[in-house]
């Protein structure tokens, strides 16, 4: 029942923001039986036993994936892209038809799951489908003008891209290798050609649907999995989704990074498909790593298969996934003595992975990594204090009295993990646990240690929400008196988060409005500023945890419950700042970097519908507004997202060369100046100033084909002598060189 109206809600919202029945209807047939069903069927034999259907469907689900991209990159490779669905269609068929196939459908575990924890994940879900609808359907109109988040058209072209071609260029500029994880866009672009549907309106509507579903239910599965409770999904979730760290400072919003992924899902369906994923390898890794039993050696296949598709859907996982292996290994060996060959094993098969992806999807490019201490001085806490300038050794102090105030603020966001030092022994010897600590210290220290162009270190965090949901549920299960009744459990909890909420708004209305510079308050007042509002809320903690132990002491009712009520106080600094990030995007529109204008996306469809993928198109169409009047931000992509097609010269923000010429001049690679100035000139010259010559040079010497011209930019007329117009739709128009 719960699914069920959660389908008909998604339905109903879906139509409301534009996407017809028919469309959903046939997104939903072919997630279902062109990905999921197939996948579930892969999943349970090579699992060699059946488990709780939700688990089975949406392990089913990513395993699906897996196997779409796959089969996507052969049959695009061999110029017929529709030859992939051969694969859900013989394995359908392999089912129907192969009796040992379908023995694992008849075992395994036979587990219902509470209404309530149904209940519990349907709630989740409907909450996100209300802030999809609310802060990114709103702003995201699938016709007419629009105004995106800058990156959205950068998605888009790369689904084009993935459509039309294997492997992948950069397609909005000329010769640019795709150095980066693009297994999302492959998938969407399966996708659109199995349904025949949209780009945008997959990008913009249906795709991340399926992807949270799966990230919820596993994460939730995998937290059942550790502690033996239904009651640890839904808090594991609610962790994963929604825990953000405590602000008390009056200045700076979020102050420090951390794994809240609600706002960036939508924004970043790299870091959605790495989540469902990545939810996925984690329950297998789970069941591999605690079975007490031999397992099959097919499961070591079906490893290998998640551990392959993390590799390309972000790069971010599989490093943390190869620290969290590494401490599994050196745990065991520790308090064992002796080598857990299963987490050896498939610590082998994830450096492999990661070595393969290096070399054929990242192609031995880094993005800019730097190693040091810049990351830290992009945290806010850090950086409005830095804002006047900071002279000499402040340069230094600061990021590391900002590192302190982030170790104090991530161990009362995750102050749950704690509660496993109530059975340490046990702790110490599960590699189960071993594994998550050691995924919860990769994302630590990589956002600690490196920076990458727009701080995308952060998702070495954002990508590990899954494992600081788990381990922080699983702490908090240690710690639960058995004995206590849980109406008395829940009550006691609820008190003291709110008393903790509280006592945050306290702290925070004490401190200064205005963050404390090095110019006004000098580095002894600015490290007061920065120190003392997180050493409060410590001190608080500490302070309520002595309290509360002599409190049990004289009263019995208290018998069993400090741990759990001082996990939720100090959980509950973050709640104020949570509930801040759910609802102001609701309550408040986001509005875009630049606007696509709608005839230029109606000049841009009908130049992919009459041309080939292979042909090269030229555009004047460069630039987005920038901070600085003369400055250009080259986040330009919407022509190449909406042609489908690759350009000579459009935007050159996010490719290697504009990356690496970013840090050595010292400047944004986003707003540094092309590479290439002749060819640039070369370019937008046949558009202002066009002659039979130079577009005669574009066709001969580029290979151009089709000019896309923004005609306030352009000599419409000289333009309409030498080359061919086919199309006009207001300002803009589609020629074709003779």
């Given at each position: 029942?719960?699914?069920?109206?959660?389908?008909?809600?998604?339905?109903a919202?879906?139509?409301?923001?534009g996407?017809?029945?028919?469309?959903?209807?046939?997104?939903?047939?072919?997630?279902?039986?062109?990905?999921?069903?197939?996948?579930?069927?892969?999943?349970?034999?090579?699992?060699?036993?059946?488990?709780?259907?939700?688990?089975?469907?949406?392990?089913?689900?990513?395993?699906?994936?897996?196997?779409?991209?796959a089969?996507?990159?052969?049959?695009?490779?061999?110029?017929?892209?529709?030859?992939?669905?051969?694969?859900?269609?013989?394995?359908?068929?392999?089912?129907?038809?192969?009796?040992?196939?379908?023995?694992?459908?008849?075992?395994?575990?036979r587990?219902?799951?509470?209404?309530?924890?149904?209940?519990?994940?349907?709630?989740?879900?409907?909450?996100?489908?209300v802030?999809a609808?609310?802060?990114?359907?709103?702003?995201?109109?699938?016709?007419?003008?629009?105004?995106?988040?800058?990156?959205?058209?950068?998605?888009?072209?790369?689904?084009?891209?993935?459509?039309?071609?294997?492997?992948?260029?950069?397609?909005?500029?000329?010769?640019?290798?795709?150095?980066?994880?693009?297994?999302?866009?492959?998938?969407?672009?399966?996708?659109?050609?199995?349904?025949?549907?949209?780009?945008?309106?997959?990008?913009?509507?249906?795709?991340?649907?399926?992807?949270?579903?799966?990230?919820?239910?596993?994460?939730?599965?995998?937290?059942?999995?550790?502690?033996?409770?239904?009651?640890?999904?839904?808090?594991?979730?609610?962790?994963?989704?929604?825990?953000?760290?405590?602000?008390?400072?009056?200045?700076?919003?979020?102050?420090?990074?951390?794994?809240?992924?609600l706002?960036?899902?939508?924004?970043?369906?790299?870091?959605?498909?790495?989540?469902?994923?990545?939810?996925?390898?984690?329950?297998?890794?789970?069941?591999?790593?605690?079975?007490?039993?031999?397992?099959?050696?097919?499961?070591?296949?079906?490893i290998?298969?998640?551990?392959?598709?993390?590799?390309?859907?972000?790069?971010?996982?599989?490093?943390?996934?190869?620290?969290?292996?590494?401490?599994?290994?050196?745990?065991?060996?520790?308090?064992?003595?002796?080598?857990?060959?299963?987490?050896?094993?498939?610590?082998?098969?994830?450096?492999?992975?990661?070595g393969?992806a290096?070399?054929?999807?990242?192609?031995?490019?880094?993005?800019?990594?730097?190693?040091?201490?810049?990351?830290?001085?992009?945290?806010?806490?850090?950086?409005?204090?830095?804002?006047?300038?900071?002279?000499?050794?402040?340069?230094?102090i600061?990021?590391?009295?900002?590192?302190?105030?982030?170790?104090?603020?991530?161990?009362?966001?995750?102050?749950?993990a704690?509660?496993?030092?109530?059975?340490?022994?046990?702790?110490?010897?599960?590699?189960?646990?071993?594994?998550?600590?050691?995924?919860?210290?990769?994302?630590?220290?990589?956002?600690?240690?490196?920076?990458?162009?727009?701080?995308?270190?952060?998702?070495?965090?954002?990508?590990?929400?899954?494992a600081?949901?788990?381990?922080?549920?699983?702490g908090?299960?240690?710690?639960?008196?058995?004995?206590?009744?849980?109406?008395?459990?829940?009550?006691?909890?609820?008190?003291?988060?709110?008393?903790?909420?509280?006592?945050?708004?306290?702290?925070?209305?004490?401190?200064?409005?205005?963050?404390?510079?090095?110019?006004?308050?000098?580095?002894?007042?600015?490290?007061?500023?920065?120190?003392?509002?997180?050493?409060?809320?410590?001190?608080?903690?500490?302070?309520?945890?002595?309290?509360?132990?002599?409190?049990?002491?004289?009263?019995?009712?208290?018998?069993?419950?400090?741990?759990?009520?001082?996990?939720?106080?100090?959980?509950?600094?973050?709640?104020?700042?949570?509930?801040?990030?759910?609802?102001?995007?609701?309550?408040?529109?986001?509005?875009?970097?630049?606007?696509?204008?709608?005839?230029?996306?109606?000049?841009?469809?009908?130049?992919?519908d009459?041309?080939?993928?292979?042909?090269?198109?030229?555009?004047?169409?460069?630039?987005?507004?920038?901070?600085?009047?003369?400055?250009?931000?080259?986040?330009?992509?919407?022509?190449?997202?909406?042609t489908?097609?690759?350009?000579?010269?459009?935007?050159?923000?996010?490719?290697?060369?504009?990356?690496?010429?970013?840090?050595?001049?010292?400047g944004?690679?986003?707003?540094?100046?092309?590479?290439?100035?002749?060819?640039?000139?070369?370019?937008?010259?046949?558009?202002?100033?066009?002659?039979?010559?130079?577009?005669?040079?574009?066709?001969?010497?580029?290979?151009?084909?089709?000019?896309?011209?923004?005609?306030?930019?352009?000599?419409?007329?000289?333009?309409a002598?030498?080359?061919?117009?086919?199309?006009?739709?207001?300002?803009?128009?589609?020629?074709?060189?003779?």
């Open positions: 029942l719960p699914a069920a109206i959660l389908a008909v809600a998604t339905a919202t879906l139509t409301a923001y996407v017809s029945i028919g469309d959903v209807a046939i997104f939903a047939a072919y997630i279902a039986f062109g990905v999921t069903l197939p996948g579930m069927v892969w999943v349970r034999a090579l699992r060699g036993r059946s488990a709780h259907i939700a688990e089975d469907v949406a392990i089913g689900l990513a395993v699906g994936y897996c196997l779409e991209i089969t996507y990159i052969v049959a695009r490779a061999v110029g017929a892209p529709l030859l992939f669905l051969l694969w859900p269609i013989l394995t359908l068929v392999a089912f129907a038809a192969i009796p040992r196939l379908r023995a694992p459908w008849h075992g395994g575990e587990i219902t799951a509470p209404a309530w924890w149904s209940w519990s994940l349907a709630v989740i879900l409907g909450f996100l489908l802030y609808a609310t802060t990114y359907y709103s702003w995201h109109p699938l016709t007419g003008t629009g105004a995106p988040y800058v990156d959205m058209p950068y998605h888009l072209a790369l689904i084009g891209e993935l459509r039309h071609h294997m492997p992948p260029m950069i397609p909005y500029v000329i010769g640019q290798p795709l150095a980066y994880h693009w297994f999302f866009y492959a998938e969407a672009a399966a996708t659109s050609w199995a349904t025949g549907i949209e780009p945008a309106v997959l990008l913009y509507r249906l795709s991340g649907l399926p992807m949270f579903v799966a990230f919820v239910v596993l994460t939730a599965v995998a937290a059942r999995r550790l502690t033996g409770g239904w009651w640890s999904g839904p808090v594991a979730v609610a962790i994963a989704l929604f825990g953000t760290v405590a602000d008390p400072y009056g200045w700076a919003g979020t102050p420090v990074m951390d794994t809240q992924t706002p960036i899902n939508w924004l970043s369906p790299t870091n959605l498909f790495g989540l469902a994923l990545f939810s996925a390898t984690i329950v297998v890794l789970i069941d591999h790593l605690g079975a007490e039993t031999s397992v099959p050696r097919r499961r070591w296949l079906l290998g298969l998640l551990l392959a598709g993390i590799a390309g859907a972000k790069a971010s996982l599989l490093p943390i996934l190869i620290v969290g292996l590494v401490v599994t290994v050196a745990g065991t060996a520790i308090a064992r003595r002796r080598i857990d060959r299963r987490a050896a094993g498939t610590l082998g098969l994830a450096l492999v992975a990661l393969l290096t070399i054929l999807l990242y192609r031995g490019a880094t993005g800019g990594l730097s190693i040091g201490l810049h990351s830290l001085s992009t945290f806010l806490v850090v950086a409005r204090p830095s804002a006047g300038g900071v002279p000499g050794l402040s340069r230094l600061l990021p590391i009295v900002g590192w302190l105030v982030a170790l104090g603020l991530w161990s009362l966001l995750w102050a749950g704690f509660g496993l030092s109530a059975r340490l022994r046990r702790a110490a010897t599960d590699p189960r646990i071993l594994l998550l600590i050691g995924l919860c210290a990769g994302g630590l220290g990589a956002v600690t240690v490196l920076w990458y162009p727009g701080n995308s270190e952060i998702f070495y965090l954002k990508g590990a929400a899954g600081f949901g788990l381990i922080a549920a699983a908090i299960a240690a710690v639960v008196p058995r004995e206590v009744p849980i109406r008395r459990l829940v009550a006691g909890a609820a008190a003291f988060a709110m008393l903790g909420a509280v006592t945050l708004m306290l702290v925070k209305r004490a401190g200064p409005p205005n963050a404390p510079t090095i110019p006004s308050a000098h580095l002894p007042g600015v490290l007061a500023g920065m120190l003392l509002p997180t050493v409060a809320l410590l001190a608080v903690v500490l302070i309520a945890y002595v309290v509360l132990r002599r409190i049990e002491r004289r009263r019995p009712a208290f018998h069993g419950l400090v741990p759990l009520l001082v996990i939720a106080l100090a959980m509950g600094f973050s709640v104020p700042n949570a509930l801040t990030l759910m609802i102001v995007p609701i309550t408040r529109a986001h509005v875009g970097n630049a606007v696509v204008p709608g005839d230029g996306i109606d000049a841009a469809r009908w130049l992919r009459h041309s080939d993928p292979g042909d090269l198109v030229a555009t004047n169409l460069h630039c987005i507004p920038a901070g600085a009047p003369d400055a250009c931000d080259a986040r330009h992509f919407w022509v190449s997202a909406y489908e097609r690759r350009m000579l010269v459009e935007g050159w923000a996010y490719t290697g060369r504009a990356v690496a010429r970013g840090k050595t001049l010292g944004n690679s986003r707003t540094v100046s092309f590479w290439d100035q002749p060819l640039l000139e070369r370019n937008d010259a046949a558009f202002s100033d066009p002659s039979p010559a130079r577009l005669a040079g574009l066709r001969t010497v580029d290979g151009v084909r089709w000019l896309f011209a923004d005609l306030t930019m352009a000599n419409a007329d000289a333009l002598n030498d080359a061919t117009l086919r199309f006009r739709q207001g300002d803009f128009a589609v020629y074709q060189l003779r």
